[in-house]
């Protein structure tokens, strides 16, 4: 494919939470980002102005809704609003990374289910489509009557691990029982065993290291998740490997939240190497010589490119 995409009816457009990803994801394409300017009123409210037309365009807009997550969700309802109202024909919300997707189902009494929240905010907004990567909890996708195409990173992170040579037997490693599917997917891509950690979480963000579910004496173990927040899980999980006879400790994730002490954390753990994706973009005082950073461009810029003329994009996991 050459470096410019023909169809002027495709458009590109970022907001502020990961302006790098997008300008990479557009050269991917072969498109220039449309121009808008995002900014605040003195009150702190956002406005925002599209600087083009975008009269009966397919507009792709891309935007984490990572911290500042409030900001960033509020940044892209407007945005929505202001393209709907410019009569854009399709507007395509490309979410790297969904915020508020843990709260998925009522764990408890009386506890709301703000992944749903999100997906009716979106669809009222005007949005007729939404690209996603690495769902926290793929029965997200019904949340939405709108069309979604959930992409992965699994795929990304394996071709890693595959490319580095690793001496020794592999496993692949779930910090616990909810990531096990994901798990499976790279162990099959590796052709290595998968082993369980069971643990208990007595409160949120604070966990508990039960057992290993798996035989990991002397083997290279590989930790999957797919957000990374306080670190406190994988971190746990990667002594109790090491405790447990593994002879290293690598870890991956595709969202690399690392709020509040998670850095620190990696940094003294047995972790050896932490491999995130670029969904969202880390500040620098959130960068470590252990973390390994892929980018996830060049799957959404193909993803993109196939919504835009109508292929399959499943075909791209095959």
Known sequence: MSNQYLDPNLKVFSLNSNIPLAQEIAKVIGVELGKCSVSKFSD????INIEESIRGCDVYVIQSTSLPVNDNIMELLIM???????????INIVMPYYGYARQDRKARAREPITAKLMA???ETAGATRVICLDLHAPQIQGFFDIP???LMGVPILSEYFKSKELNGDIVIVSPDHGGVTRARKMAERLKAPIAIIDK?????????VMNIVGNIEGKVAILIDDIIDT?????LAAN???ENGAAEVYACCTHPVLSGPAIERIQNSKIKELVVTNSIQLPEEKKSDKI???????????????VHEEQSVSTLFD
């Open 231 to 235: 670190a406190g899980t994988i971190t």
């Open 148 to 150: 979604i195409d959930h």
């Open 292 to 306: 390994i950073h892929l980018s996830v461009a060049p799957l959404i810029g193909e993803a993109i490119i196939r």
């Open 80 to 90: 929505i609003d202001a393209l709907k109202r410019a009569s854009a024909k399709t």
């Open 120 to 122: 009716n905010l979106l």
């Open 200 to 208: 208990r979480r007595p409160r949120p963000n604070v966990a508990e």
């Open 240 to 242: 109790a490997l090491v």
């Open 44 to 47: 702190g409210e956002i406005q």
